[in-house]
């Protein structure tokens, strides 16, 4: 139980355009989400956390402008990455937390964002 | 604010070696602790966890205490294989709904 799917897996894109992804818990509902950016060989950096109806919650040095995230679901936010530069080029994962903690955290399997 | 130190990498060792990576946390209330595992590529899997002091959490061959009083959670194997090749991560959570604060992450590289 508590699975999560996020995708695309992989996608390449050009400078100035926009990329979603999209986090879907499967078998649960979540009531909050959490974005994360993973930088190569490094820990995972929390942008946001977003919950369900209301706006997300963007941690200090995150453009919200840049990282739009919408959670209209109990299961399913997204995303979308505006405007992309190569310096956004990066590893995203989700994360969604099932309301008991039953199971813990679960993750999304991350997608691997280039910007050319 | 809450924090976890674990163990700077990389560790390379033998196949069948003992594995540690330590782990140390810093936190105001008492925590859940976890233990996350990245295979290359991938997102993270939850590898074991424990939620209050002197749990054991266990899987696949791997185990840690929840040490309140040293303020630890190290990750052990008693003989690790080159399929727990990885990148091994230790996190807490003090609340729930709150997101998970991480350690760095310790690449583990398992040699035949």
């Known amino acids: 139980g508590a699975v999560v799917s996020q995708h695309p897996s992989r996608v390449i894109c050009k400078s100035g355009t926009s990329v979603k992804i999209e986090c879907r818990s499967l078998?649960?509902?979540?009531?909050?989400m959490f974005w994360y950016r993973q930088f190569p060989k490094k820990s995972l950096m929390l942008m946001a956390t977003?919950?369900?109806?209301?706006?997300?919650?963007?941690e200090q040095g995150v453009e919200k402008d840049k990282f739009l995230i919408n959670h209209a679901s109990l299961t399913l936010s997204t995303l979308t990455v505006t405007s992309a530069h190569p310096e956004d080029s990066s590893f995203y994962i989700c994360?969604?937390?099932?309301?008991?903690?039953?199971?813990?955290?679960?993750f999304g399997s991350g997608t691997r964002l280039t910007v050319v | 604010g809450n924090s976890v130190t674990q163990m700077e990498g990389p560790v390379t060792l033998s196949e069948e070696a003992f594995l540690t990576i330590n782990c140390t946390y810093t936190?105001?209330?008492?925590?859940?602790l976890f233990w996350y595992v990245q295979y290359p590529g991938e997102g993270l899997q939850l590898l074991l966890k424990?939620?209050?002091?002197?749990d054991k959490g266990s899987n696949k061959g791997f185990e840690a205490t929840y040490r309140k009083e040293t303020t630890s959670f190290h990750l052990e194997k008693g003989s690790v294989q080159v399929s727990d090749s990885a990148v091994y991560f230790c996190?807490?959570?003090?609340?729930?709904?709150?997101?998970?604060?991480f350690g760095k992450g310790t690449r583990l590289s398992v040699i035949a």
């Open positions: 424990a939620t209050k002091a002197d």
């Open positions: 977003s919950n369900e109806g209301s706006k997300a919650t963007y």
């Open positions: 996190a807490l959570s003090d609340l729930g709904n709150t997101p998970l604060v």
């Open positions: 078998d649960f509902q979540a009531t909050t």
């Open positions: 994360s969604a937390y099932p309301g008991q903690g039953i199971y813990g955290y679960t």
């Open positions: 936190a105001t209330g008492y925590p859940s």
